[in-house]
């Protein structure tokens, strides 16, 4: 018997388990004017109070009751997306046409829930592509060529401009090398796929591209571009603010139109508001006028005193002003240092005892939860770095892979047997570093704690560690009663993907030998959804031999 994944309750996200097909009937109910055969389920007094903007959101759109609001080449659209375990919807009607669309898909965020309404749009109503000029010679194109941080994905990969049969492309991780037009009079490039919806602009300071804004759907994404190393090719100015003197904004302000208490905080270094059931956004340092311009959205802020000085408001610019009164000042909280967290995760998972143990063998069960695969997997790793993994899902094939302290290979379900190499190389090296109890100072070439915050009544510390080989971050969110990892963000390389982000969820921990082992793993990406480990059994100090730790094109017997 197939039960559904959560409990169905009256919440807001997550509350409905559906098919497309019900969805699409819902859609039609809602396009008649809220009625099926002659029977009313809605009225259109309701439906109307349902479309009717009540929140401004930046640009043409806006928040009417449970839908958002906004306008396609001059047609009216009302739609609402999802994203949840696993899990994505896209939900949208041109009310006005009678024309719906819903889109559910096995991918937690996949390219084509942003993209399929106005797909749709445009096939029922073409439009004509944006005035574009003439496409720069390559050799013009040239300078455009190179990585460009993706802070809109987690763990903020790069994307790639590239040039391609003559034209330019930018290639973002995890979705597609997209084509872009020639840029229009504003120097706006339109991606091909979507030219109404999705254009870039190269911005420039100094003489060179210093980086690229993308516009989507009102957002407006900086794209800063990077260099080789990793580093910025414009490095970003120095913080205006030390970190106590951030602290002079930070604090809850009173949104008076939604009732809501909206949060100053410091993160990563920087000012941030915390929007209720929306998201944090992150602010850039404030330009010459105090305006604090907001990461991914057309918005900016300004903080006002009074005549002592101190912060008393808000002013919030976007769509128009609003001014949310400061209602109290933040709690200051003294953050531990990287030693106070490795002490305290000692005591849980001593790194001298984990190393004792030599190789430890770990040996489970598998579920690829959004394909509906199951198996068995064989887990070795020792805490010098080297590792091998072997995951059997019967008819299904094999996944595995290994790193012996110098080389590494994989085989997977449609891929053939080979070693790894280049930048895949070192990301086999470091997830063998990255073992989950060992010292942190040693697996990242800068770490620092960002942030100490409550989660469900429990306290959590925030690091960050960033690496140069390969260029990523790693943000870790460990238990503050032992240091443990509760869930890690990062990015994981993928062939015939990119970069793509990743998520990792630890639990279940149990007493090895006197070091707290996770027993439960759960992974999660774009490519592959939710995939989760559960171990049955640990064995520690496994027989060492020549190939341990040397996967082949052959069966491996344990």
Known sequence: KHLPMRKVTCDGAGAINSTA?????????????????????????????????QIKMGGDSSYGLGWMLSNWNGKRVVEHGGNIDGFFTACGMLPDEKLGVI????????????????????????????????????A????????????????????????????????VPGQLNFELLPPD??????????????????????????????????????????????????????????????????????????????KVIVKDGKLAVDVPKQRIFNLRWPDADGKWKVQFLPAMCRFDRDASGKVVSMTWFQGGESTLKRTAEAEVIALPSIDDVMALRAKSADPQKLRAMGNIVAQGKVRFINQGVGGEFTAVSNADGRWVQDLRMGVFGVIRGSYDGQKAWSESVGEKFTEVTGELLEESRRAGSAFASLDLRSQFDSVEVVDLRDEGGAKVIVIKGKLNKPEKTVTQYLDSSTGLPIREETSVLLPGYGRLPMKMIYGDYRDVEGVMLPFSVTMQTDANGSIEMKVDKITPRWEESPTLYTIKSTEVSW
């Open 185 to 262: 009079e504003n120097g706006r490039w339109a991606f091909a796929m979507v030219p109404q919806q999705i254009q870039v602009r190269f911005d420039r300071a100094g003489g060179k591209v210093s980086g690229a804004t993308l516009f989507q759907a009102g957002a407006e994404i900086e794209m800063p571009r990077m260099n080789p190393d990793g580093t910025r090719l414009i490095p970003e100015a120095a913080a205006p603010y030390t970190a106590a003197q951030l602290g002079d904004f930070t604090g809850t302000y009173f949104f008076e139109p939604t009732q809501t208490e909206w």
């Open 140 to 171: 013009q194109l040239e300078e455009y060529v190179g990585p460009y941080q993706a802070e809109f994905l987690p763990g903020s990969p790069n994307a790639t401009v590239n040039i391609k049969d003559g034209k330019l492309h930018i290639d």
């Open 21 to 53: 097909l019900d969805m699409a009937k819902w859609l039609n109910m809602l396009l008649a004017g809220g009625e099926v055969n002659g029977k009313r389920f809605v009225s259109q007094a309701m439906l109307a109070e349902m479309w009717k903007p």
């Open 103 to 138: 889109c559910m898909g096995s991918l937690t965020y996949a390219p084509l829930q942003g993209e399929v309404l106005p797909l749709v749009w445009e096939t029922f109503f073409p439009q004509p592509a944006p005035v574009a000029g003439a496409m720069p010679s390559p």
